[in-house]
């Protein structure tokens, strides 16, 4: 494995950063004060559902607890979370009901 020198994690970081600051800035700073188009606020809507899933499904198919073997709790926590967020269109329940299922699943499948 090749150690890192402190320099480059620095200047990662803060580019990082200033290109996190600057997506934010175009939307927020430069046009945050005119009202957006009708085509834009429907698409924005759904970013929240775009983004999560790309955060949560590495960590049901390839989880680091099991390193990075598929397991049925995970599964089924996962398929729980889905049925209940279709049945309730409630996020809560959804993440209530998935923790939960995960959490029995762990108990009883080990």
Same mark, same amino acid.
């Given at each position: ?7 480059? $994690? ?20 430069? $046009?945050?004060?005119?009202?957006? *188009? ?7 809507? =759904? ?5 999560? &899933?790309?955060?949560?499904? *590495?960590?049901?198919?390839? *989880? *680091? ?7 049925? &709790?995970?599964? $089924? ?17 959804? $993440? ?6 995960? =959490?029995?699943?762990? =108990?009883?499948?080990?």
């Amino acid at each position: 494995m090749r150690d890192v020198a402190t320099l480059d $994690i620095w200047i990662v970081l803060i580019g990082l950063g200033l290109g996190s600051f600057a997506l934010r800035f175009v939307f927020l700073g430069i $046009i945050g004060d005119r009202p957006m *188009p009708p085509w834009v606020l429907r698409h924005l809507r =759904y970013t929240a559902v775009a983004v999560l &899933p790309g955060l949560v499904a *590495p960590m049901v198919m390839w *989880p *680091p607890a099991t390193g990075g073997t598929l397991d049925a &709790p995970r599964l $089924i926590a996962a398929a729980v979370t889905i049925i209940a967020g279709l049945v309730t269109r409630n996020v809560l329940a959804a $993440i209530l009901s998935g923790a939960a299922a995960l =959490y029995i699943m762990l =108990y009883l499948l080990g």
